[in-house]
């Protein structure tokens, strides 16, 4: 007998969608009718239906390639079904397009690619409000058909403040919404401040009746532009199905703190091509030098003090260092003139000696142990700098955008879940500066020489 299921139906990990044709012995055709599982069904032309072997209504062996081909004349045939629901609280809806979680919004992406497009009703209900907002607000980029579906406002937002908790830059630099992919941002242009400042304003002294000169300061531009960074994870149809609300701690963890290590890395050792400019490559970053006959690998007080002495503003400066300074960096000293008692050391204070926790700080400034910087005694071991000068540019409306795809790990009958995002960092400093009565050169950005 034919039979047409009328709810989904999960067999021994296979899913069945609405609308599934299936041929079964009477006693389990009328057994699944009268559980309200599926309804008898007069053939149609165009059908496609298959013989599955049933010892039990729980028990069906079909082969995946045969489920997908079904699967795919459903979906022909119910293409026109495109319905938008109505009577909802559009700004609530806006923020999480009906949803409660981020990880039911995933599984009904999981859903919709195994259907080949037939989406679950508020996933379809999502999608159609997006293309309604897209062409209210003449937006040129639409859905890709490849799986690719709009994250909802709110489960974007818990993404990125994830990120934003993770991160060691992203809450301290200045943030750029980028509304295209390309940006200019006004700077000043100085390098020079012994004879001017703002690369060219001139204060003069005047006496009665004398022209004042005039002058003028410099300016130039910095150029963000939008590169992308994407992750990807591969979760089980069992998971998916079975689990939910378990795989939203899962992604989130995961894809939060893959970004902002990202994020970190690029705005530390990013080299600008097709990617941010970070620290260690910046022409405005300074290098002062080790001491002389300093040991390598080693760092000692004088690094230190010589490193804030070439900071340009202290106002928002951090340190970063890889966690093998650490050692050093806790037992360095200041002598107390020309005594020998030694003060005590330059990362916080052991009030309670190695049974409490240190500070963590260097002169004053925060200091953050990171795997980011380089390896003890090379250049970037040790980075002193004010975040503020450093520009983030993301897509504005909140960047990540999320696809799912079935076909990727078919075989290990696995999900791939991707994230993308784009962004770019730029210091908002061209050069370093030589102060007025000084050679030596200050800027956001101090690293140590190489010590080898």
């Known amino acids: 007998m034919k039979l047409r299921l009328k709810k989904?139906?999960?067999?021994?990990?296979?899913?069945?969608p609405v609308g599934f044709i299936v041929n079964?012995?009477?006693?389990?055709?009328?057994?699944?009718?009268?559980?309200?599982?599926?309804?008898?069904?007069e053939p149609q032309a165009g059908d496609v239906a298959r013989p599955v072997a049933m010892s039990a209504p729980e028990n069906i062996a079909i082969r995946r390639?045969?489920?997908?081909?079904?699967?795919?004349?459903?979906?022909?045939?119910?293409?026109?079904?495109?319905?938008q629901n109505s009577g909802r609280n559009e700004d609530v809806f806006e923020k999480t397009g009906g949803y409660r979680s981020f990880g039911e919004f995933a599984r009904d992406v999981y859903l919709a690619s195994i259907r080949k497009g037939q989406m679950p009703e508020r996933l379809r209900n999502w999608m159609a409000y997006c293309a309604k907002q897209q062409e209210n607000r003449a937006l040129g980029e639409t859905v890709g058909s490849d799986g690719g579906y709009l994250v909802p406002t709110?489960?974007?937002?818990?993404?990125?403040?994830?990120?934003?908790?993770?991160?060691?830059?992203?809450?301290?630099?200045?943030?750029?919404?980028?509304?295209?992919?390309?940006?200019?941002?006004?700077?000043?242009?100085?390098?020079?401040?012994s004879n001017s400042v703002y690369g060219g304003v001139v204060v003069y002294r005047v006496g009665e009746g004398e022209t004042i000169n005039d002058s003028s300061p410099k300016f130039g531009t910095v150029t963000l532009k939008l590169n992308k960074v994407a992750a990807l994870c591969k979760v089980?149809?069992?998971?998916?199905?079975?689990?939910?609300?378990?795989?939203?701690?899962?992604?989130?963890?995961?894809?939060?703190?893959?970004?902002?290590r990202q994020i970190d890395d690029d705005i530390i050792n990013g080299d600008g091509v097709g990617k941010p400019l970070g620290i260690l490559k910046a022409p405005a970053t300074v290098t002062v030098s080790k001491e002389s006959g300093q040991a390598a690998a080693s760092i000692v007080t004088e690094n230190i003090l010589k490193m804030w002495s070439r900071l340009l503003s202290a106002g928002d400066a951090i340190w970063l260092?890889?966690?093998?300074?650490?050692?050093?960096?806790a037992t360095l000293r200041l002598p107390t003139g020309t005594s020998t008692t030694i003060a005590a050391g330059l990362v916080g204070q052991y009030t309670n000696g190695l049974t409490g926790q240190p500070e963590m700080t260097l002169q004053g400034a925060p200091l953050i142990l990171t795997e980011l910087c380089q390896t003890l005694g090379t250049?970037?071991?040790?980075?002193?700098?004010?975040?503020?000068?450093?520009?983030?540019?993301?897509?504005s409306g909140g960047g990540i955008r999320t696809a799912?795809?079935?076909?990727?790990?078919?075989?290990?009958?696995?999900?791939?879940?991707?994230?993308?995002?784009?962004?770019?960092?730029?210091?908002?400093?061209?050069?370093?500066?030589k102060p007025k009565y000084s050679t030596n050169t200050l800027s956001p950005f101090v690293v140590l020489q190489t010590r080898s």
């Open 65 to 83: 390639e045969e489920l997908q081909e079904m699967i795919e004349e459903i979906v022909r045939r119910n293409a026109s079904q495109f319905q």
């Open 24 to 41: 079964v012995d009477d006693d389990n055709a009328k057994d699944m009718i009268g559980r309200g599982l599926a309804e008898e069904y």
């Open 379 to 395: 250049k970037g071991d040790l980075i002193l700098c004010s975040p503020s000068w450093i520009l983030f540019g993301e897509k």
């Open 404 to 433: 799912s795809s079935i076909h990727l790990a078919f075989a290990e009958d696995k999900i791939a879940f991707r994230y993308i995002v784009r962004y770019d960092a730029q210091p908002w400093i061209k050069g370093a500066i």
């Open 321 to 329: 260092a890889n966690k093998d300074t650490y050692p050093q960096l």
């Open 154 to 193: 709110e489960f974007r937002a818990q993404l990125m403040s994830a990120a934003l908790e993770e991160s060691i830059f992203l809450n301290r630099v200045v943030n750029v919404p980028m509304a295209t992919n390309t940006i200019d941002i006004p700077t000043v242009d100085e390098s020079d401040r």
């Open 8 to 16: 989904e139906w999960n067999y021994n990990g296979t899913l069945l």
């Open 236 to 260: 089980s149809s069992e998971l998916l199905e079975d689990s939910p609300i378990s795989l939203e701690p899962i992604l989130n963890d995961m894809f939060a703190k893959a970004l902002a």
